[in-house]
Every structure is written in structure tokens, then in C-alpha cells.
T-cell receptor, first 114, second 112 residues
Framework: EPEVTQTPSHQVTQMGQEVILRCVPISNHLYFYWYRQILGQKVEFLVSFYNNEISEKSEIFDDQFSVERPDGSNFTLKIRSTKLEDSAMYFC????????????FGPGTRLTVL | TQLLEQSPQFLSIQEGENLTVYCNSSSVFSSLQWYRQEPGEGPVLLVTVVTGGEVKKLKRLTFQFGDARKDSSLHITAAQPGDTGLYLCAGGYGGSQGNLIFGKGTKLSVKP
């Protein structure tokens, strides 16, 4: 069964460093998302991406964040200058259609900022 | 602020018991999804409901979307230890708003 994959599974970085989190969405999906989950809290929406551009973003997704689909398979989230409060699980999701908006999530990348 | 309230927050039952968990909002959603999440892993989709009053069954799990599309319930019959986990509901608005709004989840523990 097709699935969303994410790499790395765990990323440890120093505060102020840049990180890139990578995702391979399900191959025939057109809508891509990033969410994050701080330990013990609920899953929060960051950004949605369609047709090579951001379609929606939350207040969390400020200027230090960016997303890119560099080729036909990868979808990346870049955090330019990490802060301690960026430590969280980051989930990529993809959807094949807006109808029903069923989103399939990857296993996540645990980001630890020291 | 759009909110999805899930109840109960925690539920501990014995194997074989039935249970129902709830997901409520003041907002109308175009779709509602239920996920199960294990510690340190991503949410795994269980079901999507889109029509008010819709009922879907997945083996021992029964999902219902409220008539007004503001609430949903998950009923588990004859719970098993393998059902232990965090159950999340997530509402979608569809259209140009593609993001999901998640509840905090119900943490279920089924003891043998």
C-alpha cells in the first residue's frame, strides 16, 4: 500500500542552525501538508502546498519556514534558524483530492533543538 | 478559534467492554477524519466521513458523523488490548482551506 515517507526520523541540531526535513508523498497525490506536534500537545497545521505554491499557512509558519518541491517526488520543509521552541515532531501529509480531504500522514521527523 | 473537543481525554477499560469516544465542535466541517496514533509515530487514518448522519463500520469500530456535521463518535465493540492507543479526530473545511483541525485525542487503554 502506498505510504508517505519522511527522513530523517530524528534530527538533532543546535539553536540557530538550518534544518531541512524531507518527505516523499504518495506518488499520485497533488496536495501536500506539513504539521507539527509538540510533545504532549495536539497536531497543528503549518502549511499546505498545491501546484507548486503555498495554498494556505498558519500563524506558526513565519518567515523562518519555507517549503519546496524540488523535483517530482520530494517535498521539503526548511527551518532557517532553529529555536528551542521548534523542537517537535514534524509530520508530512498528502492528499489526492480536496473532496473528503483525506490526508495520509508520514511517520514524522523528531526535531530536537539544543 | 476553531476547536475540536474530544472526550473523554483518558479511558481505561477491561478487554471485552464496549466504549464510545466523542468529538465535538461548534463549527461545521465538510469532512471529519479519525486517526490512531502510537507514541512517536504519525497518525494512521482509520476513516473519513463526509455526509451528515453517515455511519461507517471498520470491523469492531463504528464511526458516526453528526447530522449537522459538527460532531462525531467512535464506538468500539468488545475492545481488545490491541485497540490501546491515542484516537484523534480531525475536521476539514474543504474548498480552498485544506488544513485539518485536530482534537487533543482520547487515550485508550484496554487491559487484558
Amino acid at each position: 500500500e502506498p505510504e508517505v515517507t519522511q527522513t530523517p526520523s530524528h534530527q538533532v541540531t543546535q539553536m540557530g542552525q538550518e534544518v531541512i526535513l524531507r518527505c516523499v508523498p504518495i506518488s499520485n497525490h497533488l496536495y501536500f501538508y506539513w504539521y507539527r506536534q509538540i510533545l504532549g500537545q495536539k497536531v497543528e497545521f503549518l502549511v499546505s502546498f498545491y501546484n507548486n505554491e503555498i495554498s494556505e499557512k498558519s500563524e506558526i509558519f513565519d518567515d523562518q519556514f519555507s517549503v519546496e518541491r524540488p523535483d517530482g517526488s520530494n517535498f521539503t520543509l526548511k527551518i532557517r534558524s532553529t529555536k528551542l521552541e521548534d523542537s517537535a515532531m514534524y509530520f508530512c501529509a498528502s492528499s489526492g483530492s480536496r473532496v473528503g480531504n483525506t490526508q495520509y500522514f508520514g511517520p514524522g521527523t523528531r526535531l530536537t533543538v539544543l | 478559534t476553531q476547536l475540536l473537543e474530544q472526550s473523554p481525554q483518558f479511558l481505561s477499560i477491561q478487554e471485552g467492554e464496549n466504549l464510545t469516544v466523542y468529538c465535538n465542535s461548534s463549527s461545521v466541517f465538510s469532512s471529519l477524519q479519525w486517526y490512531r496514533q502510537e507514541p512517536g509515530e504519525g497518525p494512521v487514518l482509520l476513516v473519513t466521513v463526509v455526509t451528515g448522519g453517515e455511519v461507517k463500520k471498520l470491523k469492531r469500530l463504528t464511526f458516526q458523523f453528526g447530522d449537522a456535521r459538527k460532531d462525531s463518535s467512535l464506538h468500539i465493540t468488545a475492545a481488545q488490548p490491541g485497540d490501546t492507543g491515542l484516537y484523534l479526530c480531525a475536521g476539514g473545511y474543504g474548498g480552498s482551506q485544506g488544513n485539518l483541525i485536530f482534537g487533543k485525542g482520547t487515550k485508550l487503554s484496554v487491559k487484558p
